[in-house]
């Protein structure tokens, strides 16, 4: 069985999955779901084969719910694609599950039965104003229910401060707000800000608070700013930069392979 043995002990490179619209959801494009299961596929062997440690199989959509409610023909498609990554790859790729925007239980579900290490919660604590709704967090339901299924062995890598998750209302520093998803169970925080001066000024105030958490990064990486970011946070969620054509693009081994030459420098 898999587990997230990377998570904290060497820089962790997390490959993007972009999934196209599911079966489900509004957007969905009939006939679309083989290809769709392919093209992760192809990209979660690319990640590998460049070095990477693993991927976030992602939902993406042009709108969202806001809880946990979650069509099961969209669970099923993203167990099928989850199970197909998970058998493609070799046992120390780590597998996660993003059903966005905050179906965290069904994700938790989904990498349980299917094979993954992890997923990423986009909201674990708190809540966040979001252009589909406000999307609040249930910490109580989200654990009660990775008991229930017996998840513990599936990671928790909990937004603090993201492109999908800013404290609504102000009142908490990210560092306040890393500590409380500690406190009720993530495994990992993951935060990202487009000035890297700001994002340094985040890790380093994540980590006065909340010594010994993994901070993984949340995007706004790429092959320029790698090697600066990443000697500050022990992992990066990677997209943009590693697919052919940018976002939404089938990932390029040859973009990971010279990501990786760059992030393992800093681990000589």
């Not at 001066?197 to 909340?210: D, S």
């Not at 993984?216 to 700013?225: Q, S, V």
């Amino acid at each position: 069985m898999r587990s997230f043995e990377t998570l904290g002990r060497r820089k962790a490179v997390l490959g993007m999955i972009h999934l196209q619209p599911l079966p489900g959801t509004p957007f969905h494009r009939e006939g679309s779901f083989e290809q769709i299961l392919h093209t992760a596929v192809a990209s979660a062997r690319a990640l590998e084969d460049g070095g990477a440690d693993g991927c976030l199989i992602q939902t993406v959509d042009r709108v969202y719910g806001t809880g946990e409610e979650c069509d099961p023909a969209r669970i099923a498609a993203i167990s099928l694609i989850t199970r197909a990554v998970t058998e493609a790859t070799g046992p120390a790729f780590q597998v996660g599950v993003q059903l966005m925007r905050n179906a965290v239980q069904a994700s938790l579900a989904v990498a349980k039965v299917a094979g993954g290490t992890f997923v990423r919660a986009g909201a674990i604590v708190g809540a966040t104003l979001t252009s589909h709704g406000m999307v609040e967090a249930d910490p109580l339901a989200v654990m009660d229910y990775r008991k229930k299924i017996d998840a513990w062995d599936v990671k928790i890598i909990a937004e603090v401060e993201s492109m999908h998750f800013t404290w609504f209302g102000g009142g908490k520093t990210v560092a306040q707000v890393a500590q409380a998803a500690r406190q009720v169970g993530a495994d990992a925080v993951s935060l990202c800000h487009e000035d890297e001066t700001r994002m340094l000024e985040m890790i380093a105030a994540v980590r006065a608070a909340a010594p010994g958490l993994p901070i993984i990064l949340a995007g706004h990486t790429h092959h320029g700013n790698a090697a600066r970011l990443l000697a500050a946070a022990d992992g990066a969620f990677v997209g943009t930069c590693l697919e052919r054509g940018g976002w939404g693009g089938q990932i390029d081994a040859g973009k990971v392979t010279a990501y990786m030459e760059i992030v393992r420098g800093l681990e000589s």
